[in-house]
């Protein structure tokens, strides 16, 4: 067990929903980053936040968005989804988010859009 | 860009025999590596990572890869598999380009024990 939860483990929704990822870092972890698994696409990095700032995005699309409260969890946000959007999608987290530091992965998020 | 090569899709090995699974790197600068491990229907699991120091890098389960820097790989090693071992593998690398911050994974290994 890493110390990284999210909730919920399954999603399943219909095209044009939207929908909202819960991540709690480990005790302690500023930073908490996204990540989207694909077949297609393998591991993705979406966006990293520090310490409820915005620290680096990657391949997020607009229709996505995240957020990280005072209390350092995360939400990320899907809209207007898609049948590609379907993917597991991984918080992980790190205490400073500095390039040395080891990221620590939640169990997932499965998300499925019929 | 930084980037991490798998070029094994599937790794078989007998229960009891070492174990290698290949990663090569391209990156400027020092290179962050990382091993990763992933069981099905679970996350991501970290094994062990490189900054710097020793080549030879142990980490968890018995673990350890080989930093080889003219060959720009780093290759995970078990002297002797599990059949418990069986997932898949990921190397990653650190990129600090383009003001983003985020680990770069390889396509993933999935690596088979066969008893």
């Known amino acids: 067990d890493s110390g990284v939860t999210q909730t919920p483990k399954h999603l399943i929704t219909a095209t044009g929903q939207r929908v909202t990822l819960r991540c709690s870092p480990r005790?302690?972890?500023?930073?908490v980053y996204w990540y989207q698994q694909s077949l297609d696409q393998g591991l993705q990095f979406l966006i990293q936040y520090y310490n409820g700032e915005e620290r680096a995005k990657g391949n997020i699309l607009e229709r996505f968005s995240a957020q990280q409260f005072p209390d350092l969890h995360s939400e990320l946000n899907l809209s207007s989804l898609e049948l590609g959007d379907s993917a597991l999608y991984f918080c992980?987290?790190?205490?400073?988010?500095?390039?040395?530091?080891?990221?620590?992965f939640g169990p997932g998020t499965r998300l499925t859009v019929l | 860009a930084q980037s991490v090569a798998q070029p094994e899709d599937q790794v078989n090995v007998a229960e009891g025999n070492p174990l290698t699974v290949k990663c090569t790197y391209s990156v400027s600068g020092n290179p962050y590596l990382f091993w990763y491990v992933q069981y099905p229907n679970r996350g991501l699991q970290f094994l062990l990572k490189?900054?710097?120091?020793?080549?030879l890098v142990k980490g968890s389960y018995g673990f350890e890869a080989e930093f080889n820097k003219s060959q720009t790989s780093f290759h995970l090693k078990k002297p002797s598999a599990l059949v418990s071992d069986s997932a898949l593998y990921f190397c990653?690398?650190?990129?600090?380009?383009?003001?983003?911050?985020?680990?770069?994974f390889g396509t993933g290994t999935r690596l088979q024990v066969f008893p």
């Open positions: 490189y900054i710097t120091g020793d080549n």
């Open positions: 005790s302690g972890d500023l930073s």
């Open positions: 992980a987290s790190s205490p400073y988010g500095q390039s040395t530091d080891t990221q620590y």
């Open positions: 990653a690398v650190r990129d600090q380009s383009y003001n983003t911050d985020k680990l770069i």
